[in-house]
């Protein structure tokens, strides 16, 4: 498969831009994808939410029964509470008073147990999503091929791992609840309040279709301008994860001021968007107050005159009492409020919307080192390794062209050439980092296209030429991919990498901290690391791509008998800038312009006094 040209043209637009706008609603494949493996919390959550809300909207009721009945006597008890037989009703104006009072403090009794039960399902059901996609983006991303990492800042990756994530997590927590216990009490409200007047609710509820317009408008505007500062979110973390990670290059290049200039570019741009959404906001929020504020004033003014007067104004025929009144302006006005915070949901929504793009848009990513449905297992009896007319292609420029080789079952095959020859892309197609454009690669006549990766890679030891470590002990970073190694088994790596004498004099041996991809060593002290980690590994087939880059002449010698003597019995291929390191190599491949110049042993090369001759005689002047 050739490996296609690079998948954005220009680096500094939204990299997910394009598999953003493939994507038919995020969210409804959010909840498709994710909700159903949670739907019981979420339905624990939703039913107690409705139950609490409910119990919420008695109060306001019960005081405009009270008014009416017990206080004023406008209005006969049996009638205002209809829920119970009359019979069971009490009868005295105390004992009615005192039977309100306990429907009131029931309510608030259950309504508390509720909430706890209402903010456990929805807690949890978005904590458990927010896991699950984080964990299910890092894997995808994992898996995704060396290609996708070169067009791929960290920072931009970060970003969404972390604050799409938790965007996600804000709306399906506080952004949900929200929107069920709006619309449990605008609903309780109207049903309540139609009930008490539905002349009066008509007024009350008069402002509802121009809150549902505006709505409209503002989620039409708001979405584009979300989708903008999400991106310019991620290029913010991108400069800045560069930035601190280069620190030293900054320094050492007094660059510091040029680098401030663009950090504080990729902030603006940032401020830029982010306050463009906000102008937005900021004007959404009051204009849905007014709106909302519209129907109470129109309710006081509508019933007051209306108790006032004792006569129905205008058109409106019902009657009003003093109870229903009062329960009309306790009910408004909560009304007011959740219609107004309606407009923050709809802001969550939307923010949660540009996130859910991006999540599921890097979900989307293809990725071209793809595993067949059938892969068997490796199964190394020898060791054999053959490259059949291999061609591969990197953003539409040939780095490989016709490599056939053979590494027979524990020769040492070691690459020379010039930089940029393919030394490094040739190994790297071996543990299948890269796929040939055309050609196989078979290990004991097994095609790699057909075996599992991860039987593929466990037998496969690679030494590159950049030494990284984790953060930790050394100890966990030679026993990275051999976990289950023993303290005794660690320390033999060590000393076969020529690691161990350095490591005990450090202040806390095995057990000191490297530091951030090791920091607090010198490149010699983490390359012996990385190499003790292959060592521990005790693969099947080695690679090994200028593992003594980092090290001085002295240190290079010991290694390398260590690796001669790893190499022993072992398939190994070497890439090494000192050509002196690999004279002893069972066959050595000279390549230029990604075509194999030459082949044979030290000796024979010499002898063709061609390209090895002149790198062999270059470096020992002779």
């Known amino acids: ?59 306001p009721l019960i005081l405009g029964i009270a008014i009416d009945t017990v206080l004023t006597g406008d209005e006969e008890f ?31 009794l259950f309504g508390a147990f509720f909430h706890y039960w209402r903010n456990w399902g929805f807690n949890l059901f978005a904590q458990d999503i927010q896991h699950s996609i984080r964990t299910d983006t ?33 709306f399906l927590n506080d952004g949900m609840n929200s929107a069920f216990r709006i619309g449990v009490m605008v609903i309780g409200i109207a049903i309540i309040l139609f009930w008490l007047n539905w002349q009066l609710a008509l007024v009350a509820l008069l402002p509802v279709p121009l809150i549902a317009f505006f709505t409209y408008m503002f989620i039409k505007t708001i979405q584009p301008k979300y989708a903008k500062m999400r991106a310019s979110v991620g290029k913010l973390n991108s400069r800045l994860e560069n930035n601190l990670g280069g620190i030293e290059v900054i320094k050492t290049n007094t660059t510091e001021k040029f680098e401030s200039e663009r950090v504080e570019q990729s902030s603006q741009e940032y401020f830029d968007t982010n306050w463009d959404a906000i102008r937005t ?11 909302s504020g ?106 490989l ?96 990498a020529e690691a161990h004498e350095f490591i005990k004099d450090l202040p806390n041996g095995y057990d000191t901290m490297v530091g951030e991809r090791g920091v607090k060593l010198s490149g010699g002290q983490r390359q012996r690391i990385t190499i003790a980690r292959t060592i521990l590994k005790d693969p099947e087939l080695l690679i090994l791509d200028e593992a003594t880059s980092d090290v001085d002449t002295k240190t290079e ?23 002196s390191t690999i004279k002893n190599a069972d066959q050595i491949l000279v390549l230029k312009d990604g075509e194999i110049q030459e082949k044979g042993n030290h000796k024979e090369l010499l002898s063709n006094k061609s390209l090895y001759h002149e790198l062999w005689g270059a470096q020992s002047k002779e």
Request: proline letters at 5%.
């Open 138 to 170: 890092y894997d995808k991303i994992q898996g995704l091929d060396l290609e996708f990492f070169a067009d791929k800042q960290t920072g931009e990756l970060m970003s969404v791992l972390s604050n799409d994530v938790n965007q996600l997590e804000r």
């Open 1 to 59: 498969m050739k490996a296609k040209a690079s998948r954005y043209s220009d680096p500094e637009q939204d990299p997910f831009a394009d598999l953003r706008d493939s994507i038919d609603n995020p969210m409804r494949k959010l909840f498709s994808t994710y909700g159903m493996d949670n739907k019981f919390s979420l339905t624990i959550g939703i039913i107690c939410s409705i139950l609490a809300r409910i119990l919420d909207l008695l109060p």
């Open 78 to 108: 049996s009638s205002a509470i209809p829920l119970i037989p009359a019979g069971y009703l009490p009868e005295t104006p105390e004992t009615q008073f005192y039977l309100l009072i306990a429907i009131l403090g029931g309510s608030f």
């Open 281 to 291: 906001r900021i004007k959404f929020f009051p204009g849905m107050q007014l709106l």
């Open 294 to 399: 519209l129907g109470f004033v129109l309710t006081f003014l509508v019933g007051g005159y209306w108790i006032l007067s004792d006569t129905p104004p205008g058109p409106l025929t019902q009657t009003l009492t003093v109870g229903q009144f009062v329960t009309f302006i306790l009910y408004t006005q909560r009304f007011v409020w959740p219609m107004a915070q309606f407009g923050q949901i709809i802001n969550m929504y939307q923010r949660a919307y540009a996130s859910a793009e991006r999540i599921f848009g890097l979900m989307e990513e293809p990725s071209i080192i793809e595993e067949e449905k059938d892969a068997k297992k490796l199964e190394i009896e020898e060791a054999k390794v053959e490259y059949n007319n291999i061609s591969f292609s990197y953003e539409d420029e040939t780095t």
């Open 401 to 496: 062209k016709d490599i056939d080789f053979t590494a027979e079952p524990g020769e040492t095959i070691a690459l020379v050439g010039p930089t940029g020859a393919g030394k490094t892309t040739l190994l790297k197609l071996l543990p299948r980092l890269y796929s040939p454009e055309k050609g196989t690669i078979t290990i004991d006549n097994q095609n790699i296209q057909k075996i599992s990766l991860e039987s593929l890679r466990a037998n496969i030891g690679y030494v590159s030429q950049t030494s990284f470590l984790f953060f930790g002990t050394i100890k966990e970073n030679i026993a990275y991919g051999s976990q289950e190694a023993t303290d005794k088994e660690i320390e033999k790596a060590a000393k076969e």
């Open 557 to 579: 010698r010991k290694i390398q008998k260590s690796l001669d003597k790893i190499s022993e019995n072992r398939t190994t291929f070497t890439i090494a800038h000192r050509l």
